[in-house]
Structures are given as structure tokens and as C-alpha cells.
């Protein structure tokens, strides 16, 4: 997470406050006709000729979506299900869980649930991060057709419709309670939920208002309390555990039981609190009515392949994910071993209720497969699997995938295809001696993906600087909005840019520490071996910053431009550094290159405004202020900025208008304060002036204000003694 960003900015009359937090600006959008449709789907198959086997299979498959009601088998006429609890585990790898396999760990709650019901041994996502599976999850379709593709830039949009929308038209009184601000219900994962629990605690001594993140057992507390007040009823509650998402840090006792292994202290930890949520329902004696989907939404590459976390690769560390189904119907200790989705969690959770699901979907209900009565489809059925996490972060290219049981084949400037059957760590790429099969997957997924695969123009909606920090103490860290992202697989591999992880994490690691000098070589190293990497040269910046190089800091920036690496963020803050040495014509140009690629940035519009002012270019400055007054977390300063404009032209009374506008807005804009007591001071209104004085001299930071502050109380003296 970048710290300690500067405002920068001071004005001939007056100052704006430094260190202001970023306005928020609500997110947009997303450019849903620029999304891969299922229409084309169909469309694409239908014009490949000479389709191999595999690829004929594939069009079966995917001709039902779009073409009418898709058959979800409501084959299980004896099972009553009136509830139904959803619980996913983030972050979660199937061979970290105990029925898995894995005896390095103790998940008796999972186990247990595994053993009365039944357990899918090749159960997939289709996007390795957190927003965008649950979108998944929730719909029962892949990234490129809900149009949640990656974490910040991304809403779900009101089609097409949720578990949660379709279980409420059923009469299901719905809730959920989830772990972390990225499953945030400004992102649209809140639709069709009664109750949407995305409360956070307080942030503490953590920038920002609030903790990007709730352990487990705040999260079974919230859902206790609403299970105890529940209205009467059929329910179904969705239950999210953001634990073992990194950073790791389990609680005692588990952080001494699994010392050396913290992920592995998250999973047991969160199985505990997973235990409390199933005792709970079992008390309230409706677990014989109540179905149970226990699953993750990703993995964790632990280091496999050189990532340490997810959202690069499309591997199975991060792909392949636990899924436990238990409740009336589901048949007690089995194991399906076929391959399996995630987007088929909604369909089967539909037909277990006797919803009718709509056409919509793009998974298949399981209940075939869990009652024993065959596949509607073949067994290994096509995973399509996507990141473009690498080409929005990093600067690398984007990849896809398609899986099978027994294969996998990654589209990328270097592609890869695996036998997982006899290559299940994805180690021997056997791309070169099997070009047949390579041939059938490049096929398949080209029919799957259609035309607009290549050379696909995405948009992602403006991510408010508050979003970013959240995100970014989670991983999740952004160099800003830059040029509209061209998925063609023209950046760097990933895998052959992955070396260049360690060095880089390393020097995070040591900026955390504050031991900035060890961290600039590494950091230095790595902007030379990959310079259109935005992230790397946000973080050499920042380094820069930290032991006070503003020269170096604007080099760096002024580098990122020259190899075309251009971000919002990135122009910001070099429009400030430049607006700070007053060279105010060339900070200019950067603040207004910021606003092309991202007119909704807020702090760009702000420092514009202010180099205009200083500039004398009163007008224009003003302009800017106003355009500032239509995002509401910034009309304080904008207030202020007018109000600074009407000082300049001597209009003290509009003036003093204008900064008491911008107190009321922003309390803590304690240059307003200031000036708005000299204003009143200056009319002769001397009351007023002591109060706003006094309100700057007690409320202002020291540091920040020395010679404010002194000016400040000298005059309320001289003004107390006149009234005298």
C-alpha cells in the first residue's frame, strides 16, 4: 500500500492543507458491449468447420446457453429443502483441507461436513481473485459474461440476476455477511439481499476510515445475531471468510499452533468459526431442511511458479478449490472425481429449491452428478478460465485457459498445455510434443471466446483513492487508471517476468520497515528489467519520496511517461511534485494529461485548479473549482479554492461566504479556518474572527502550522484586547 502521498500545492494568498485524503468518486459503469457475449458463442461454433471431436463437444455444451431454458434436473422430488447456507472460504487451496488429503492441518468442521454429504474432488474457478469469483459464484456465469473481470474497476450490473434476486422472488428471505471490503456492496454483489452485512471495524491507527477486513468470528457473530431475529420463514444466507487471504495472520491460539505456517493457522481458525455457523443452525433444528454449499473461491500459490499469492497465473495452486455439498438429497461420504465449476453452485442451489433459474446460465446444476443418474453433458466438461489481473497491475499480458479433467491448455505469448494426469503440478509444458492436442485447445477456446478474443478494448470504471488503499493493504495494489486496457496479449509473459517478484517483494518488505535505502537497489533493479511496469516504478517513487529525493522521485516519474507508462495516479503526483517546485506550466500539462485518462479524478481536478490560480489564471481556476463542487467529497476544498479567487479580487465578503461553505463541508480544513477568521476580521466582523481563529488554533496540527498558529493567536489577543 502506497503511504504518505503528498498534497502539494500552496497558493500565493493562502495554503491548502497537506495530506488531505482523496475524494471519493462513485464508481462508473463498466463497458458491458466491449464484454464477450455467449452469443457469439454459439455464433463463433457454428462457423469453425472441421471442428476436432473436442471442439464439437464443446459447441454441444455451449449451444444451450441462449437458446431457452436450460434443463437443471429437479430429480430429487423426496428432499425437502426450505434453507439454504452458502459459505465461502477465500482463498482457500482444496489440498489445504484435511478431507483433501492434507494432515498438516486440522479442519474437522469441513471434514465432517464432507463426510454426511458430498465432497468434488476437481472442483475450478474461473478467475483466480476474489471479486470477480463471487460475481461467478453469484450468477452462475463466467468474467467475461457478468463483466466483473478484475478487483476495483468492475461493478456487477443489474443483469444478469443473482442467486440472492431469484431466491428472494421465490419467497427466501436472503442475508449475507462477508469478511472484506472487496466484496464491498458498492461493487453490486449486494443485489437481491434483504440484509448485506459488509460492516468493517473502526481503522484504528490504519489509514483510512476503516480495517479492510474482519476476522472470521465477527463474521458468525453479525450471522448469529440475524439468525436469532430472522423473520419467519424459508432463508438463505451467504456466508464469506476472508482468513486465509494474505497478509496471514492467524489469531492465538492458532498463531502459535501453527507457527511457521500462518495460511495454514487462517484455515484452522476459520474451520473453528465455521463450526460455531453449523452448531448455530443445527440448535435451531433446520439443518435436516437446510442445504449446505461450502466452497472457496480460489486458491493461494503459496510460491509454486514464483507467486507468492494469486491473480497471475492460471495454475491449479490458485485454480482448483474445495466444494462440499451437504444436506436433504445429497447422498453422505461420496466423491465425485469429475471435473467440476463454480458457476454451477447457483443452478444446483436453484433446483434443490425448485427455482426456475432463467436462461441466463452459463454453469449446469450438479444434481446429475450427486444423485448418480449420469452427466447431462460429457463428464470432463470445458473450464474457461481468464486473469487479467497481470495486464491491469503489472503491465504483463492477460492470460486464458480452458480444463479439462486430464487437461489444460493457457493461452499466452508463450503458450502451455499440461496433462494434469500425469503432470498435476503443471511442471512439463507439453506444448511442443503434443501440438495435436495444443491445436484442439487453441480451437476450442477461439470457438469459446469468439471474435472479439483479440484485440478487446476493456474500460474499467474509476477506482476512488480510498478503494485503491483498501485494495492495495490487501494486495490488490493499483498504479491508477491509465490508457483504455487492449487485451491482446502483446505485453510480457508473465512467467517470464515472474523472477522479478522476489526482488520486488523483498523491497516492500523493507519499506514496511521503514529501511527504504536497502529497499531503492531492489527496487532500481527491477524498473531497469521490465520499464513498462507501472507498479514498480509507483513503488520506486514512493521509495524516492521517503528519504526525501524529490529530484529522483520526479525522474522516476518522468520515466514511467517516457516509456509510455501513464496512469492517473502516476501524472498526480508528478503534477504535484512539479506544482511544488513551482515549474507550474509543465504541472499543468500532467494534471490535465490525468484528467484524459480519468475525468473523475478528483485530486488532479484540485491541483489543476490550483496551478491555474497561481498561474493567474483566475477564470479557468475558478472553472476548475466548480467542476470540483459535482463530487461531494470535495466541495470543501473547492468552496475554498473559490473563496481564495474572491481574496485575490478583493471580494472579501464572497470570500468569507465561500470558506465558511467549505468549514461546514470540512471541519478539518483548518486553512479554512484560518482564512475565514481574517476575512472576518478584515469586515469588521470581530466576533466571528476570534471564534474561527480560536477553532484553527486548537484544532490545527503543530507540525503542520507553527506560523498559522502564532499569527492566529496573536490576533485573537490584539482583538480581545480591543474589545476591551
Request: net charge neutral; charged share 20%; proline share 6%.
Given at each position: ?13 493562502c495554503?491548502?492543507?497537506k ?23 454459439v455464433?463463433?461454433c ?10 464439437t ?22 428432499a ?5 447456507v ?6 482457500l ?6 478431507c ?14 464432507a ?36 478487483m476495483?474497476?468492475f461493478?456487477?450490473?443489474?443483469s444478469?440476476?443473482t442467486l ?10 436472503t ?10 456492496h ?5 443485489r437481491?439481499?434483504d ?33 436469532a431475529t ?7 444466507v451467504?456466508v ?12 492465538q ?10 495460511y ?5 481458525y ?9 452448531e ?21 500459490s ?5 507467486e ?5 497465473f ?23 472425481q ?7 453452485v ?34 470432463d466438461?470445458f473450464?474457461?478460465m ?9 503491465g504483463w ?5 480452458v480444463?479439462?479433467?486430464e487437461?489444460?491448455y ?12 500425469t ?28 471474435e472479439a ?11 476512488p ?34 523472477d ?8 516492500i ?21 521490465d ?5 514498480f516504478?509507483?513503488r ?24 509510455h ?22 504541472a ?5 494529461r ?5 475525468p ?7 491541483n ?10 483566475l ?46 463541508l ?5 486553512d479554512?479556518?484560518?482564512n ?10 470581530r ?7 480560536e477553532?484553527f ?19 485573537i489577543?490584539?482583538l ?5
Amino acid at each position: 500500500m502506497v503511504n504518505g502521498d503528498r498534497t502539494l500545492g500552496r497558493m500565493s494568498i493562502c495554503w491548502i492543507a497537506k495530506n488531505k485524503p482523496a475524494p471519493e468518486v462513485p464508481l462508473g459503469k463498466p463497458r458491458l458491449e466491449h464484454l464477450f457475449r455467449m452469443t457469439s458463442i454459439v455464433s463463433m461454433c457454428v462457423r469453425t468447420q472441421r471442428l476436432s471431436t473436442l471442439a464439437t463437444i464443446l459447441l454441444i455444451l455451449l449451444s444451450c446457453v441462449g437458446c431457452g431454458k436450460r434443463p437443471q434436473g429437479f430429480g430429487h422430488d423426496a428432499a425437502v429443502v426450505e434453507n439454504v447456507v452458502l459459505v465461502t472460504i477465500d482463498t482457500l487451496r482444496a489440498d489445504h483441507v484435511g478431507c483433501f488429503g492434507y494432515q498438516s492441518v486440522r479442519t474437522g468442521h469441513l471434514d465432517s461436513l464432507a463426510a454426511r454429504g458430498t465432497r468434488f474432488a476437481q472442483a475450478v474457478t474461473p478467475v483466480p481473485l476474489t471479486l470477480p469469483s463471487h460475481a461467478s459464484i453469484l450468477t452462475g456465469t463466467y468474467p467475461f459474461f457478468h463483466g466483473v473481470r478484475d478487483m476495483g474497476g468492475f461493478v456487477l450490473q443489474e443483469s444478469p440476476p443473482t442467486l440472492a434476486t431469484l431466491l428472494s422472488r421465490g419467497g427466501f428471505h436472503t442475508a449475507a455477511f462477508v469478511g472484506s471490503v472487496t466484496l464491498d456492496h458498492r461493487y453490486g454483489v449486494n443485489r437481491g439481499f434483504d440484509t448485506y452485512d459488509d460492516e468493517m471495524p473502526p481503522a484504528e491507527a490504519q489509514p483510512g476510515p476503516r480495517k479492510p477486513e474482519r476476522r472470521a468470528g465477527a463474521v458468525v457473530d453479525h450471522t448469529l445475531a440475524w439468525l436469532a431475529t430472522r423473520p419467519v420463514g424459508k432463508f438463505f444466507v451467504w456466508v464469506h471468510f476472508f482468513d486465509p487471504h494474505s497478509p496471514y495472520d492467524p489469531p492465538q491460539p492458532f498463531r502459535a499452533q501453527y507457527a511457521g505456517r500462518p495460511y495454514d493457522g487462517e484455515i484452522a481458525y476459520t474451520d473453528a468459526q465455521l463450526g460455531r455457523l453449523l452448531e448455530a443452525i443445527r440448535d435451531q433444528g433446520v439443518s435436516d431442511r437446510t442445504l449446505f454449499v461450502v466452497m472457496a473461491d480460489h486458491g493461494e500459490s503459496l510460491g509454486e511458479h514464483g507467486e507468492s499469492t494469486h491473480g497471475i497465473f492460471l495454475y491449479d495452486a490458485a485454480m482448483h478449490i474445495p466444494l462440499i455439498i451437504a444436506g436433504p438429497g445429497v447422498p453422505a461420504g461420496q466423491v465425485i472425481q469429475g471435473q467440476v465449476r463454480s458457476i454451477a453452485v447457483m443452478p444446483t442451489i436453484l433446483a434443490a429449491v425448485k427455482v426456475t433459474s432463467g436462461d441466463h446460465l452459463q454453469g449446469v446444476s450438479l444434481w446429475p452428478l450427486i444423485e448418480g443418474r449420469g452427466d447431462l453433458f460429457p463428464e470432463d466438461r470445458f473450464a474457461l478460465m481468464e486473469t487479467i489481473y497481470p495486464r491491469t497491475h503489472l503491465g504483463w499480458s492477460e492470460l486464458r485457459a480452458v480444463r479439462t479433467k486430464e487437461w489444460k491448455y493457457i493461452q499466452a505469448p508463450q503458450e502451455e498445455l499440461y496433462n494434469l494426469l500425469t503432470d498435476p503440478t503443471e511442471s512439463r509444458n507439453a506444448v511442443k510434443s503434443d501440438v495435436a492436442v495444443t491445436q484442439r485447445f487453441k480451437t476450442v477456446l477461439s470457438g469459446a471466446l469468439g471474435e472479439a478474443s483479440h484485440d478487446l478494448m476493456l474500460h474499467p470504471s474509476t477506482i476512488p483513492a480510498e478503494v485503491r488503499q483498501e485494495l492495495a493493504s490487501l494486495g490488490y495494489v493499483s498504479a491508477g487508471v491509465g490508457q483504455p486496457i487492449k487485451l491482446d496479449q502483446s505485453r510480457p509473459d508473465p512467467k517470464m517476468r515472474v523472477d522479478l517478484l522476489p526482488s520486488f517483494e523483498a523491497a516492500i518488505t523493507f519499506m514496511g520497515q521503514q529501511q527504504y535505502e536497502r529497499a531503492l537497489p531492489l527496487l532500481q533493479t527491477v524498473v531497469k528489467a521490465d520499464p513498462t511496469n507501472p507498479l514498480f516504478y509507483l513503488r520506486l517513487a514512493f521509495c524516492y519520496q521517503s528519504v526525501n529525493n524529490t529530484d529522483a522521485e520526479t525522474k522516476t516519474y518522468e520515466r514511467a511517461v517516457q516509456h509510455h507508462v501513464e496512469t492517473d495516479e502516476m501524472l498526480n503526483r508528478l503534477g504535484n511534485l512539479l506544482l511544488e517546485a513551482r515549474n507550474y506550466r509543465r504541472a499543468r500539462t500532467a494534471f490535465e494529461r490525468a484528467l484524459q485518462l480519468n475525468p473523475e479524478h478528483g485530486e488532479s481536478m484540485k491541483n489543476l485548479a490550483i496551478c491555474l490560480f497561481e498561474l493567474g489564471q483566475l477564470q479557468e481556476s475558478e472553472k476548475a473549482f466548480r467542476t470540483l463542487l459535482e463530487h461531494g467529497s470535495t466541495q470543501g476544498p473547492a468552496h475554498y479554492g473559490i473563496g481564495l479567487i474572491r481574496l485575490k479580487q478583493s471580494r472579501r465578503s464572497e470570500a468569507a461566504s465561500e470558506f465558511q461553505q467549505a468549514v461546514q463541508l470540512d471541519p478539518k480544513l483548518w486553512d479554512a479556518w484560518f482564512n475565514l477568521g481574517i476575512c472576518y476580521h478584515e469586515i469588521g466582523k470581530r466576533q466571528e474572527a476570534v471564534r474561527c481563529l480560536e477553532e484553527f488554533s486548537r484544532g490545527a496540527p503543530p507540525e503542520q502550522f507553527p506560523q498559522s498558529i502564532k499569527q492566529a493567536r496573536a490576533l485573537i489577543t490584539r482583538l480581545q484586547k480591543a474589545k476591551s
